[in-house]
């Protein structure tokens, strides 16, 4: 299991899901701990508790509204579901897609963080892959021969496109991402239309700085998995 199963309990993941259902992914939600033991079928003491330990975690934000809470996911939150869904998406369907790679961290020259910091392309990552991303690419190395091929064959299929665009001075290229988890991350791999890579290096991108949250520095050892 993703992130339920480092630093979210399964019992406290099932109140993350009725709280998504609410409405508190985009705005705070005023919900009683007596309503929110309704909708698990717990006590209310067992509710108050999930609440406590999720704003504990960094999983949730609460603020005070007369008897009751405004409660808001917070962006741990919806990667943590998010990881779950692609997870158990990819269990249920009758023939998922799933391409799996493990790559070599290495720093690249910089460019990333440029490209991922024009509007052009943040507002399109926004809307089709649902999240901004940190304004950078981890850059990975793909030592196996087998890996290389399997990134080319990838890149081959149809995956969420961004468009190219103009800022009025220079035109940027397009590229095509595929929704994946690094490790237990939520992210992306990108098939950028004009780079000086080769199929030996993958980057990718997601709504946290990676190397920051998995403590990874150059020579880590990174799992990804490709929905598709």
Do not use: C, W
Not at 92 to 100: G, K, L
Request: hydrophobic fraction near 40%; proline fraction near 4%.
């Amino acid at each position: 299991m993703p992130n339920a199963k480092k630093d979210l309990r399964s019992a406290y993941l099932l109140s993350l899901v009725e709280l998504l259902l609410v409405g508190a992914k985009s705005r705070p939600v005023e919900i009683t701990t007596e309503e929110l033991a309704k909708r698990l079928g717990k006590s209310q003491q067992s509710a108050s508790k999930h609440l406590l330990e999720l704003e504990k975690e960094g999983f949730i934000l609460r603020q005070k509204v007369g008897r009751s809470f405004a409660v808001k996911l917070t962006d741990k939150a919806v990667n943590a579901l998010a990881s779950f869904y692609l997870t158990l998406r990819s269990a249920i369907e009758e023939a998922p897609d799933i391409y799996e790679f493990h790559g070599t961290v290495f720093t690249g020259i910089g460019e990333g963080a440029y490209y991922m910091s024009l509007k052009g392309y943040r507002d399109q990552f926004r809307s089709k892959l649902g999240f901004e991303p940190y304004p950078g690419t981890l850059n990975l190395k793909l030592s196996s021969p087998v890996e290389r091929q399997q990134f080319q064959e990838l890149i081959q299929r149809p995956g969420i496109r961004i468009e190219g665009f103009s800022d009025g001075t220079r035109t940027y290229g397009g590229l095509t991402f595929y929704n994946s988890l690094i490790e237990d991350e939520r992210g992306a791999v990108l098939a950028i239309d004009r780079t000086h890579y080769d199929t030996s290096v993958m980057e990718v991108i997601a709504p946290i700085k990676l190397r920051e949250v998995l403590k990874l520095v150059d020579g880590s050892q990174v799992n990804i998995k490709v929905f598709l």
